[in-house]
């Protein structure tokens, strides 16, 4: 089923984790609308935008398959508000520094386990993905983080884009 010109449900729900683990993430009505809104409002116009196909990593989890990962059941995914993505082929860091000049309005975008150190450009590009929300309901804050490992923990911080 397509939820828009270039994104599917099937795409957007697949879970390899959940698939390992025999665990359902079968989407509800709600979930359906919300990711529908995140994908009209920004995943659209970023595909669009960058004339280029979205790799969805994660989007839709069910709460068992969000803590199966590590996360909890608190999590945006589990709403369907959220979606991990990258494009192939073009470096994660400099993707979301466009995001923002590119949408209006979004909730959360992160910047996740994108790796600095790593030397090679080629590699480095390819570290990471972009976590970005939408709330359908109005109250998007354009929050900007970027998430790193300090140890054994993954720890969130403000950031500027630079």
Same mark, same amino acid.
């Given at each position: ?10 795409? #957007?729900?697949?879970?390899? #984790? *959940? ?7 079968? $989407? ?5 609308? =919300?990711?529908? *809104? ?7 116009? !970023? ?19 969000? /803590? =199966? $990962? @590590? ?12 979606? %991990? ?5 073009? %470096?994660?860091?400099?993707? *979301?520094?466009?995001?923002?000049? #590119?949408?209006?309005?979004? %909730? ?7 790796? /600095? ?12 993905? #972009?976590? !970005?929300?939408?709330?359908?309901? @109005? ?7 970027? *998430? ?15």
């Amino acid at each position: 089923m397509k939820i828009s010109k270039n994104f599917s449900l099937g795409e #957007i729900c697949k879970s390899d #984790i *959940a698939q390992r683990l025999g665990l359902k993430n079968e $989407i509800t009505q709600e979930g359906l609308v =919300a990711l529908t *809104a995140l994908v009209t409002n920004c995943m659209q116009p !970023l595909r669009e935008e960058f004339e280029r196909s979205i790799r969805c990593n994660s989007a839709w989890r069910t709460p068992p398959v969000s /803590e =199966a $990962i @590590g996360s909890t059941s608190r999590s945006q995914h589990c709403k369907g508000e959220a979606m %991990d993505w990258e494009i192939v082929g073009l %470096d994660n860091k400099e993707l *979301a520094q466009q995001v923002p000049t #590119i949408l209006r309005n979004w %909730d959360q975008m992160i910047l996740e386990l994108y790796d /600095e150190s790593e030397k090679n450009p080629e590699i480095r590009m390819e570290t990471g993905w #972009i976590h !970005l929300s939408y709330n359908r309901m @109005g109250d998007n804050r354009r929050q900007i983080l970027r *998430a790193f490992r300090k140890g054994k923990k993954i720890v969130y911080e403000p950031w500027d884009l630079s």
